[in-house]
């Protein structure tokens, strides 16, 4: 068996919808799936036995997060981040570039690479599309990605222009070096283009071009609005090789899951729901509730009566919601159960339907079900807008553009 694979299992004659098998040296993953963030190599509160049992068969861990601490070298002497962190199933690891970008730690951006200080110690550290691939093998991911440049929006034309354009030069150079090291990891290319059409398209022609494993979308959810989000992927999937992944880097709420399913997309991750979890919401068909909310001080039966999670199976609604309410450990861990679950299950519902033939109905059924919490979305906003503006701030651009565009 070869160490990477994707076949397409079936594909929804009506969307852009496919659900697909990826075989890696660590496990098989079916799509579409959700992937849940693992920042620090932990998916926070969650064993990865409890990952096994709700059904998760590939994480993401952050290079950037784990180069700085506790460093690539010492997981590597560890035997890499499955051995170190007991998970035994696919991992993928980002290439640090995002945090790098977003987090406002960037000093200086050339050709060569990204500089940028530690926001733990101060350190400065670079990060060149070549030594990405160093630390990425000495983290021992099954998939990994390459140095890209993730533009803020609103971004300008020619600057959305020359970050694609660099982006591009440095997955060649990303190419050029990845067999140095780990030949069993797949590497996946990046399309960039910010929210210019004719530069996502041409993006996606390129990269999809280059003898990539598989393909990530990244730069978007980044702020704009979500038909802008679409608009971008319209224009992006039918460019794209059919027999390549695709993975849309960030987005992750149920409602745009099952969306950008819609429009060809077949991997994502997600920091938000396990992060709302921790903060009282918990999803349910209907939507996102507040579990610290009155109504379920006495409710007896589950958050959610179909939930088959170890949550609902195990405890009262209003159990969890003490537990909320009281800021005990335990909620951490049975909210994001919860959550990571429906997420699961989601995912494989959708799968299900694209199988059956029935995925368009599916998706308008639950769509129409499915109320998106609109602080959720402001929320989300919001934290990414001051990541743009930090960003520019240390880019030494003027942020009045986002100081007079910033959502209420
Ligand atoms: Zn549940």
Not at 301 to 330: F, K, M, W
Not at 339 to 358: D, E, F, H, K, P
Not at 378 to 394: D, G, V, Y
């Amino acid at each position: 068996m070869p160490p990477f694979s994707f076949t397409i299992d079936a594909e929804c004659p009506e969307t852009w919808a496919r659900a697909g098998t990826i075989t890696t040296p660590h496990g098989v993953i079916q799509t579409p799936i959700f992937m849940p963030v693992g920042t620090q190599a932990t998916v926070k509160s969650v064993s990865p036995e409890e990952l096994h049992e709700v059904g998760v068969t590939i994480i993401l861990a952050n290079t950037y997060h784990l180069m700085l601490r506790p460093g690539s070298q010492l997981i590597s002497d560890f035997g890499g981040l499955h051995a170190f962190m007991h998970w035994d199933g696919p991992i993928l690891t980002d290439s640090g570039g995002f945090q790098v970008f977003s987090m406002g730690h960037l000093r200086k951006l050339s050709e060569e690479g990204a500089a940028f200080k530690s926001h733990l110690d101060g350190s400065v550290h670079l990060l060149t599309p070549e030594s990405v691939m160093r630390i990425e093998a000495e983290l021992g991911a099954d998939i990994i990605l390459p140095l890209d440049i993730c533009a803020a929006y609103p971004c300008a034309p020619t600057e959305a222009r020359e970050g694609m354009e660099r982006t591009h030069r440095w997955a060649e150079r990303t190419l050029a070096v990845k067999d140095r090291y780990r030949t069993e990891q797949a590497l996946f290319g990046i399309v960039q283009g910010a929210f210019e059409p004719e530069l996502r398209r041409y993006s996606a022609h390129v990269i999809g071009n280059m003898p990539f494993a598989g393909i990530a979308v990244g730069g978007l959810s980044v702020g704009e609005p979500k038909a802008v989000l679409w608009e971008m992927l319209r224009h992006v999937t039918p460019e794209l090789p059919k027999d390549k992944p695709r993975h849309l880097l960030g987005v992750g709420s149920p409602e745009d899951f099952v969306t950008a399913v819609s429009l060809g997309m077949d991997m994502f991750d997600c920091a938000l729901p396990t992060r709302v979890a921790r903060h009282g919401g918990l999803f349910t068909r209907h939507g996102r509730v507040n579990i610290t909310a009155a109504r379920f001080r006495v409710e007896r039966g589950p958050i959610e009566a179909e939930c088959d999670c170890y949550t609902c199976r195990n405890y009262s609604a209003a159990y969890v919601h003490h537990l909320a309410r009281t800021e005990e450990q335990l909620y951490y861990r049975l909210g994001s159960i919860h959550n990571i679950r429906y997420m699961l299950r989601l995912a494989s519902q959708v799968r299900a339907a694209i199988c059956a033939g029935t995925f368009p109905a599916f998706r308008d059924t639950f769509l129409a079900d499915y109320t998106p919490a609109p602080e959720e979305v402001r929320e989300e906003q919001r934290e990414k807008w001051k990541m743009a503006r930090r960003a520019n701030r240390a880019l030494g651009r003027p942020t009045s553009v986002y100081e007079q565009r910033k959502p209420r």
